[in-house]
């Protein structure tokens, strides 16, 4: 979607039937900038492209959001006059937008307008309430005809749906809030929305219902056992679901609060009181984290020692079968080619051991006797070599046995240690965290408190989710007892056979896409993970001492050169940087190729990454709209950078006695 | 002894995919990295405990060629020779293999019984085993 021009009529401050204010750009200006102090309607222009298109959708998240009824935008002066006069009145909003959809490039407009009649009381006031009410979409084609569209969730869906609207139409304090802590939820749910998993998610839904429906029927078309079979897998299967259900709310819940958690710690850590304490209890839980990860090595070095060590539990065939093949061998009965050597020597001096002397050729029976007895031997030789070697292989079996049983035994003294270390840092961790606790302090006192409760509810709900994975394994194993057993009675009962087939279909369906799900969301993650990277790269040029990442549980994360935590650390400028990298990373990932409209993209950042941001912001969409204010944001080094990329700039201006906002487009 | 099939009954198929994992993660509770370490464990305790019992339905888990040469083969020909008390066979892979899947059938079990039915996390249990 790009955006054409849009028309105000006695929207907020916008009086009367304003003239259309021209937003069209092009690949060489993508930009188009309006400037104005604050309270000269900047947001009230945001909020009435995101009216036009959202309609009663956008007026309940006004509701929710800003607590404004869509009747309080209705112009002041406006409405006093037609009250005076008594006359209804309109407020509309008009948008003209370009889409690309499967027909190419066509021109739409989308108009909501609302018809008013103003009511005064009997001391004067005045109210207003709605007459009437329009949405109108028309797409213009391109001989010049207005052809109505239905104005559905379908069409918005395509072209910029409402549930992802929000990260591509969005305000400053937006973009700061992304990367502070406790914000992992709306980051997942950013990237889950933009490439479309909710759909993935609704299918999934979708087969787990039909498997249910299909069991619910063949449970109606069986007979006698088999019957009683069907109804408890189905019983079973609704379990199964309500269970996974239930895991994942879990799982989100405690998402909520470890974000929560790590708000309240970053506002602990910027008590002063707490500073010096927090520090030392963030170094011994940086002591804790690693003594576990050297816990994990060295047991898996324990499980790799011990997999040779526990043969020595059955060591002592191995000593006895050594044993005999060093006695066989002292003996000479093994191996047999010294015999044969033996064989040749008398052949070469033609007299028997026995004393007998004989002619070593063929023919003589003393050499034809002794050569058939060689030749049976030598057909035993390869083995009794073998036996020689597999002697040698015990010897060293034993000798590596051993040494193992003695490294596992060190490893083992090894872990002890690690534990004794893991539980005094534990211990003095709690400490910290009571004497945390009793300071006298009434912020950190309530703050500790909140924490308390929060971390008191995470223990309840590790609990419960074990208790639940639990469960969800043993139903897995009946679900698939039973349905070995209902298949075995379904094949005597034919119609019932055919339900299972379909029920099982789906069911295997719905696991695949579950799969599929949990893959396509890790890929997801770590795709806008690598542009959030790249992004930042661009937008601060000191960064390279900082290694971006988006963690498995959503936290935007920042990491120093020594790998430490370090998004507390991030000036304001710069972890708006990170937020607004995060955001062009969505915008790139999406595919929808969506206009950016930024409500004072650098109302907070510090003055120091203006530059580098201004530098970058042409390029981050084909159509980016900016809401500026005057000096702060519109300034000697933003301005050289963004005017060029520019095809039009807007000078608000507002007036406080008639209370209106008027345009001037500066060329 | 290359390129044989490794058996086991089919109804210790479970025991085995509960006990064995992948990876690093986890250690504690699965002792055991591969199926041919609870094959050898198992085979060692059913020689222990004197526990040769015949597979009745069989299932290939793992080929011959994963055995560690220098002491997993040696071991297998040890348990061969505990069972027959003569070096004839000792160089017939198959049969030795089969007399180190009995020992594994019947030792199976005492490797649940003291590894995963002991209270504790079954490696340390693994290591109290073998270093007592």
């Known amino acids: 979607m790009k955006l054409q021009r849009i028309e105000i009529e006695n929207f907020a401050s916008y009086y009367g039937k304003n003239a259309p204010i021209h937003l069209e750009t092009d690949s060489k200006k993508p930009l188009v900038i309006f400037i104005g102090g604050t309270g000269f309607g900047k947001t009230s222009l945001f909020d009435a492209i995101n009216w036009s298109l959202y309609g009663e959708e956008y007026e309940n998240d006004l509701l929710k959001v800003k607590e404004r009824s869509i009747v309080d935008y209705l112009n002041e002066t406006a409405l006093s006059e037609a009250a005076n006069d008594n006359d209804r009145l309109n407020m509309s909003v008009t948008l003209y937008f370009e889409h690309d959809g499967d027909n190419g490039v066509r021109e739409y407009y989308i108009k909501q307008s609302l018809l008013l009649q103003p009511k005064k009381d009997k001391k004067g006031n005045v109210s207003v309430e709605i007459v009437d009410r329009n949405h109108n979409l028309k797409e213009i084609t391109p001989q010049g005809d207005h052809e109505t569209i239905p104005y559905t969730r379908t069409f918005l869906d395509e072209i910029l749906p409402n549930n992802v609207k929000s990260y591509f139409l969005f305000d400053g304090d937006r973009i700061h809030n992304l990367a502070k802590p406790g914000n992992s939820q709306e980051v997942q749910d950013a990237i889950y929305r933009v490439v479309d998993l909710e759909i993935v998610r609704n299918a999934c839904e979708h087969l787990q219902e039909t498997a249910l429906w299909y069991g619910r029927r063949a449970a109606k078309s069986a007979k006698g056992e088999l019957s009683e079979v069907e109804n408890a897998y189905s019983e079973e299967l609704k379990f199964r679901n309500d269970l996974k259900t239930k895991i994942s709310d879990i799982k989100r819940e405690r998402q909520a609060i470890k974000d929560q958690i790590e708000l309240i710690d970053a506002k602990l850590k910027d008590l002063p009181e707490t500073k010096a304490l927090q520090e030392r209890k963030n170094q011994l839980n940086k002591e804790l984290t690693q003594n576990i990860e050297n816990q994990k090595v060295l047991k898996n070095q324990m499980r790799e020692e011990a997999s040779k060590a526990f043969l020595g539990l059955a060591n002592a065939p191995l000593i006895e079968l050594r044993d005999l093949l060093k006695e066989k061998r002292a003996k000479g009965e093994i191996p047999k080619h010294i015999r044969e050597t033996f064989f040749q020597d008398l052949f070469d001096q033609e007299e028997c051991i026995c004393g007998t002397e004989f002619n070593a050729k063929e023919g003589d029976p003393v050499y034809d006797t002794l050569m058939t007895r060689l030749e049976s031997e030598k057909n035993r030789s390869a083995e009794e070599d073998q036996l020689i070697d597999l002697y040698h292989i015990l010897n060293n079996a034993e000798v590596i046995i051993n040494h193992s049983k003695e490294e596992l035994t060190i490893k083992e003294d090894g872990i002890i240690e690690l534990e004794k270390e893991e539980k005094s840092l534990l211990y003095q961790i709690q400490e910290i965290d009571s004497e945390l606790g009793e300071l006298p302090v009434e912020d950190v006192k309530v703050l500790w408190d909140q924490r308390k409760e929060r971390k008191d509810r995470d223990d309840e709900l590790i609990a419960e989710l074990t208790t639940k994975q639990d469960e969800q394994k043993n139903t897995e194993k009946k679900l698939k007892e039973l349905d070995d057993e209902r298949k075995a009675l379904g094949k005597k009962q034919q119609e019932a056979g055919a339900q299972h087939l379909r029920s099982e279909l789906a069911k295997q369906s719905a696991d695949i896409l579950n799969t599929l799900y949990d893959d396509f969301a890790e890929k997801s993650r770590k795709t806008v993970e690598d542009l959030t990277i790249e992004e930042f790269k661009e937008f601060v040029i000191s960064s390279s001492g900082y290694q971006v990442a988006l963690s498995e549980d959503y936290s935007l994360e920042v990491l120093d050169s020594n790998g430490n935590r370090a998004l507390q650390r991030l000036s304001m400028g710069q972890s708006q940087c990170l937020s607004l990298a995060f955001i062009t990373a969505i915008s790139r990932v999406s595919r929808k190729n969506p206009p950016l409209v930024i409500d004072m993209p650098f109302s907070r950042l510090d003055h120091s990454v203006h530059a580098a941001v201004s530098q970058r912001l042409p390029k981050l969409a084909e159509q980016t709209i900016l809401f500026l204010i005057p000096e702060v944001e519109w300034n000697k080094t933003t301005q050289p950078n963004l005017s060029k990329y520019a095809k039009h700039v807007y000078e608000m201006h507002f007036d406080e006695t008639m209370r209106q906002t008027t345009l001037t487009e500066v060329k | ?132």
């Open chain 2, 1 to 132: 002894m290359k390129n044989l099939r490794v058996y086991i009954d089919k109804d210790k198929h479970e025991t085995y995919e509960k006990l064995v994992k992948r990876g690093s993660e986890n250690p504690d509770h699965f002792p055991f990295q591969t199926m041919k370490d609870l094959f050898m464990l198992s085979a060692c305790l059913g020689y222990k405990y004197d526990a040769y019992e015949e597979i009745g339905s069989s299932k290939d888990i793992f080929s011959s060629d994963v055995f560690d040469e220098k002491v997993d083969i040696p071991m297998i020909i040890s348990l061969a020779f505990a069972k027959e008390k003569t070096l004839m066979n000792l160089l017939n892979g198959r049969k030795v293999l089969d007399v180190a899947q009995g020992y594994a059938n019947g030792g199976i079990g005492y490797v649940v019984e003291e590894i995963i039915n002991n209270p504790g996390k079954p490696l340390n249990n693994l290591v109290e085993m073998i270093i007592d």
